[in-house]
């Protein structure tokens, strides 16, 4: 079968460095095989395509991978670009940190901050899956890229396609935080607010990518977008010394990223790199929009929508379309999920910067108190070992967490006012 | 006045080779059943086995998604548009 929407042709990015070819890609629900091509659903049962990697393929020992980049492609047999990426080559391999003070907070055996808040380029791990998408994008001689964005996609696709020459088109709702806005218009994209939320932004972005022909990221490019979550999982296991944590806790908004961590740590255990059980994954929302939470509690597999209403812009998606893949594999590794208030979420934030130094942004607080929750209800075992993925920079929300904090003195340049204060 | 109907691209081969059809009908579901009646391929991926929308697409009714109001049985009125748009994007 060939794929549907055609989209616009260029020439690869420069000379030298010829297009990568590109996975195939299959039907996760009913197995129908599709050639590359900007499609993210089967043409014949609409489920959704994802790469369908050679089983012949030879994988790389962990000895081969050690000498490779410190990036995403150190990992690149697992990726859906076939031979050597051509764009976006410095992203990924974040710190893995050790939070004793968390671990207490927590009341676990120990916790490990995943800290893609510090992520190449643009402070998120969104980094990861443009950097994917942006070469399947030269692989299918994409000449204009695009994305329905919560703010950190629009970030990470604005700087890596200005860094490729390619124009972008991104889409965000009109009321996004300020320094996300800044932070996707700095790289000069064609960025458009749309009146309404996230999931009208998608929905217009769904129709766009069949009038336009661009290659939009999470949409037409989404087979292979999606598949840059899942070396964050590499890198976990990769830097825990080849094995794998008790339980991993990860924000959810599309769903995308948990589902997909859940396929990393198992195709790690199928290559043979890691041995044991996998992780038992953990799931964070924010009780104003929790459709996936909803779904782990109530059982079923259909999503019922909602209309978000939190502070977490970055997570706020009612109509999550990986919602009932996140929920499965929550389910299938006996884990859990947990929603929190915007308040909770805000005490998340200064529990991971009081406790281990790191700024996260909205999500990562809802991480972070979806963790306390979690294990205050013994869902998350004294016993684990416990990774906490960090998704994003506090910088980009501090609107967010300004007001939870104390403000700070001002003083005349005297010694007297100064210790006023210490023995205050 | 009749109901415009929008499907996406991968449906249009489903579909006459369109992606934009007229139809008629009280609810979302009768407009569904309309052009399903002419084109029966497309009814299996508009209607689940049990006439229910089917998972893997969402269906707006003038911007709004049916699953806020009635799903199926949500009215429309004459020059209405329902958008059909596949489940797996975003995020």
Redesign the interface.
Known sequence: MSSSPAAARRAPPSEGSPAPALASLACRSCGARFDPGPVAVCEACLGPLEPAYGPERALPSRDEIAPRPHSIWRYREWLPILGQPVVSLDTGFTPLLDSPALAQALGVRRVLVKNDAVSHPTASFKDRVVAVALNAAAGLGIDTVGCASTGNLANALAAQAARAGLPAWIFVPEDLEVAKVVGTSVYGPRLVRVRGTYDDVNRLCAQLADRFGWGLVNLNLRAYYGEGSKTMAFEIAEQLGWRLPDAVVAPMAGGSLLTKLDKGFHEFLDAGLVQGRPPRMYGAQAEGCSPIVDLVHRGGDAIRPVVPRTIARSIAIGNPADGASAAAAIRRTGGSAAAVSDDDLVAGIRLLAETTGVFTETAGGATVAGALSLARAGRIRASDEVVLCITGNGLKTIEAVQPALREAPVVSAKVREVAALVDA | MPVTL?L??????AAGGN?VHQARGATVGDVVADVASRYPELGT?LRGPNGEP?????F?LD?E?I??RQGFATPVRDGAEI?V???????
């Open positions: 929008r996406p691209t991968v449906l249009a081969g992606t991926r089917y998972p893997y697409v969402i707006y911007d998604d699953r806020f958008v748009v596949p489940a797996i994007a975003g995020g």
